[in-house]
């Protein structure tokens, strides 16, 4: 059921690629229409079509040097959750010129966690797949066999467009394939956003309905349609609830959200059983029940990565963690460290939150500072196996070269259950404040409870680490620190997003769909511009800080209690005791209540608007941006 798609089939698709491959919507037709004409003949030709989905939406860590996130790399940590030694990440603030961009630094890659630029290419792809079968295959499949495939295609337009919706906001739509002599519909103007999103919701509840629940190990079914659907139905009703002030619009995409993740977890084949840190450090998880996809990496075939070689403690990283999302952890008690009973629960030595925050603290992080990871001295590992650091107890060691350049094959949990226990969860806590049912402690269990509940490793038991103490909605965490328009379930739940997607992926939607983009802000939040704590005065076996005279007159903390910078001058050990900072850190530029700047929907590209108006249509820039930067 989960899919291996680490070597998708390429044979097929090159032959297709004259008729299937464009930038942008106005590619002109394929000139090999005989061979197009030809193909649509089989269910084999339209699943090897339909392999070429995979890479494109699951492409897991990428490829060599290709990466789609990793921590301490580029800016694809862009969140409240990544701290930088120089300048902070910034957002766009003036239209670019071409296709769009939600951040002012340049990509050379898409994601969906970047979000996608103005650009149509696969949905064309996915229009072909829809107009051939209905053209070409009604009498050459089974009803059953039609309706499987029909509702693949429809999945994937649903997913492409609720992708393009939640950068953009209004986009054209089309279902069916251009020809580009239809000037007027190659340049219409954008289609109101939720007129799309009732066509995706349509899409949706197509391929719950059609889906097979089974199509062989490895390919997309009906669960992992309808895991798919609650991400992206969540993510809707959020939009509509928080940016749009829609409640209507936002109890329908919630409610689907719940009834897709009800799809999945009805089905009893999935749990959490597997210990954190081993769903993104094994070689293979196709058969984990965590798991619902799956990408496989195999040296033997020249499909490696490099993202655990950002984590092997030996790579100077510019990029690091926040204080801030230090702080967000709760403790074993459930707790915020603010109200938490927890002995030592306001202690941030790093030893001390091993100790006594949820197990997902020490499977992400380091046991030690490092100076290896410059902006923030605590190193992210979560996506290294632990005997691979075996080395830094050698004397002179260095990491195994599986462990260094692009030479790592530990696969990519595309898809976790616990995503779509955490989806309907909220889901069914956003329906409560719409009038919907109440949330009963039985959900609370299904959901934030079994994750709480997934084994520790033995590394984990080794250093004591202890599981969080399940959620009870009788004694519900109250932080101090919670947003006073967040129910205390819903600022829980968000917690717990946070602390199991930390440097994957996500969290920078999630900022923009809870309309919360002001968590980015440094000014606001200054704990965005501090990493680890740091205490001279005890400084012990969870130091890696290496030869302090490289840090006399570099080594800065921030200490909260007396409100004062303080630089180790190489004999103030004891006064050295808080947040540290480094020296280059700087602050975002201001990005809220700009004129001419909506960080929370990207502007199109002024090449696109002008490319419009050459062939006499206009094409409506964002709202909130300017049509031009002149």
Same mark, same amino acid.
């Given at each position: 059921m989960k899919r291996n798609i680490f070597s998708i089939i390429v044979v097929a698709l090159t032959s297709l690629m004259v008729f299937t491959s464009c930038d942008d919507i106005l590619d002109r037709p394929s000139k090999t229409t005989k061979e197009d004409d030809n193909y649509w003949d089989s269910e084999a030709k339209l699943r090897l079509y339909a392999n070429g989905f995979y890479d494109y939406y699951f492409p897991g860590y990428g490829t060599g040097w290709t990466v *789609? *996130? !990793?921590p301490g790399i580029n800016n694809t940590g862009f969140s409240d959750d990544v701290l930088s030694n120089s300048s902070q990440t910034n957002f766009t603030r003036q239209v670019p010129l071409a296709k769009g961009s939600m951040y002012a630094t340049t990509q050379n890659y898409q994601s969906e966690y970047q979000g996608p630029t103005w650009n149509f290419a696969f949905l064309r792809k996915i229009n072909i797949m829809r107009d051939r079968m209905e053209d070409k295959? +009604?009498?050459k499949l089974s009803t059953e066999a039609y309706n499987h495939w029909m509702g693949f295609a429809r999945l994937f337009h649903g997913i492409e467009y609720a992708r393009l919706v939640n950068v953009f906001g209004d986009v054209p739509y089309y279902e069916h394939e251009l020809s580009n002599l239809d000037r007027d519909e190659v340049y219409k103007d954008r289609t109101p956003r939720n007129e799309v999103m009732d066509k995706v919701y349509d899409d949706f509840i197509f391929a719950l309905d059609n889906l097979r629940k089974n199509d062989g190990a490895g390919y997309v079914n009906r669960y992992i349609a309808a895991a798919l659907i609650s991400r992206y139905a969540l993510y809707e009703g959020s939009w509509q609830k928080y940016y749009y002030n829609d409640n209507e619009r936002a109890k329908k995409f919630f409610e689907l959200a719940k009834t897709a993740g009800d799809i999945v977890i009805n089905s009893g084949k999935y749990a959490i059983v597997t210990p954190f840190r081993d769903l993104f450090c094994s070689t293979d998880l196709t058969s984990a029940k965590d798991v619902l996809l799956y990408r496989k990496y195999d040296s033997s075939l020249g499909k490696t990565h490099c993202v655990a070689s950002y984590c092997n403690v030996n790579e100077a990283l510019a990029q690091g963690a926040t204080a801030d999302l230090i702080k967000a952890f709760n403790c074993v008690d459930g +707790?915020?460290? +603010?109200?938490? @009973?927890? !002995? =030592? !629960? @306001?202690d941030f030595r790093l030893e001390k939150l091993i100790q006594t925050r949820d197990p997902r603290f020490e499977a992400t992080f380091y046991? =030690? %500072?490092s100076n290896n990871s410059r902006a923030s001295l605590l190193y992210v590992v979560k996506f290294i196996p632990r005997s691979a650091l075996s080395y830094l107890?050698? +004397? #002179? #060691? @260095?990491? !195994? @070269?599986?462990w260094t350049g692009t030479n790592n094959t530990t696969g990519f949990p595309v898809l976790r259950y616990s995503e779509v226990l955490l989806n309907w969860i909220e889901a069914k806590a956003e329906l409560e404040t719409l009038g919907g049912p109440a949330v009963t402690q039985d959900d609370i269990d299904i959901s934030i409870n079994a994750i709480r509940n997934r084994p520790l490793d033995a590394g984990q038991e080794a250093l004591g680490v202890k599981k969080t103490a399940a959620m009870q909605l009788t004694d519900l965490a109250d932080d101090p620190d919670r947003d006073a328009?967040?129910?205390? %379930? %819903?600022?829980?739940?968000r917690r717990e997003r946070r602390m199991e997607f930390a440097f994957e992926q996500g969290r920078i939607i999630d900022l923009r769909r809870w309309h919360k983009l002001n968590y980015m802000d440094t000014t606001e939040n200054p704990d965005l511009l501090f990493g680890a704590y740091v205490d001279l005065s005890r400084r012990g076996k969870n130091s890696m800080l290496g030869d302090m005279k490289n840090y006399v007159g570099k080594l800065r903390v921030y200490n909260e209690t007396k409100n004062e910078y303080v630089v180790y001058d190489g004999n103030n050990n004891r006064q050295v005791k808080g947040w540290f900072q480094a020296e280059t850190t700087e602050p975002r530029q201001p990005f809220l209540n700009m004129t001419n700047v909506n960080p929370y929907l990207c502007p199109i590209g002024t090449n696109q608007i002008n490319d419009y108006q050459i062939h006499g249509y206009t094409l409506t820039q964002t709202p909130g941006w300017p049509s031009s930067n002149n």
């Open positions: *789609y *996130y !990793a295959m +009604k009498n +707790k915020s460290y +603010k109200e938490s @009973t927890v !002995a =030592s !629960a @306001t046991d =030690s %500072l107890s050698e +004397k #002179g #060691g @260095t990491p !195994a @070269t599986e328009d967040v129910p205390q %379930l %819903l600022w829980e739940i």
